[in-house]
């Protein structure tokens, strides 16, 4: 049986408020969240070039291939289109970000650039530190869906991607963004590494948030 762990992020600071509910699961919940996508209104595009959103009357939210598909854009109307989230460089935004050993970890002929050597084993959506832009492997954009997966790059290597998926299945429900979130692995090394804590998501607000 999958699991499924829901999280909760409440945002607040103006008048309304409104929830970010994300779902992280395997199998089963993504193979129900994709069954369901006849319910999501008409496929619009599966090309990706810069930002995509959907909004309601409420809210409003977006990805952008610029940052392989992280969600780099959120408002609430109350806001006058004021973007809430804060992406000046790849390892910000609103993304998956996944942390395994060894530490320090190379590839490639690569060693860890010297600000983020404690990181490890560390892909994550947008890309990497030095600007280089995780590859949207797949998008859909419907009424009222934004699916996108992404081959995310190592972060604090050139280049390099991370051996897995990060799938985002991203809706709207009233004052609700719902986003279920799906990992696949594919890791060659089977090393067992010490556990770590993981970003899912990380999440970067602008100042007044």
């Not at 890309?127 to 934004?146: M, P, Q």
């Amino acid at each position: 049986m999958s699991m499924l762990v829901q999280l909760l992020r409440v945002f607040r600071g103006f008048s309304g408020g409104f929830f970010i509910a994300l779902h992280c699961a395997q199998g089963l919940l993504a193979q129900s969240v994709t069954a369901s996508q006849s319910a999501d209104g008409a496929l619009l595009t599966t090309q990706i070039n810069g930002l995509e959103t959907i909004e309601n009357a409420q809210v409003k939210v977006g990805v952008d291939s610029r940052f392989g598909g992280a969600i780099t854009f959120l408002n609430h109307k109350a806001l006058n289109n004021f973007n809430m989230i804060n992406n000046p460089d790849l390892g910000r935004s609103l993304q998956i970000a996944l942390y395994g050993g060894p530490v320090p970890y190379g590839e490639g002929g690569q060693q860890p650039h010297p600000s983020w050597i404690n990181l490890g084993w560390d892909p994550i959506q947008a890309g990497d530190v030095y600007g280089n832009i995780s590859k949207v492997v797949t998008f859909e954009k419907r009424e009222n869906l934004l699916y996108v997966k992404t081959l995310p790059n190592q972060f604090a290597l050139s280049k390099i991607p991370g051996e897995c998926y990060i799938e985002h299945w991203i809706r709207l429900d009233g004052n609700v963004v719902k986003v279920h979130n799906k990992i696949t692995m594919f890791r060659q090394d089977k090393a067992q590494y010490q556990a770590r804590d993981q970003e899912f998501p990380v999440a970067y607000l602008n100042s007044k948030w």
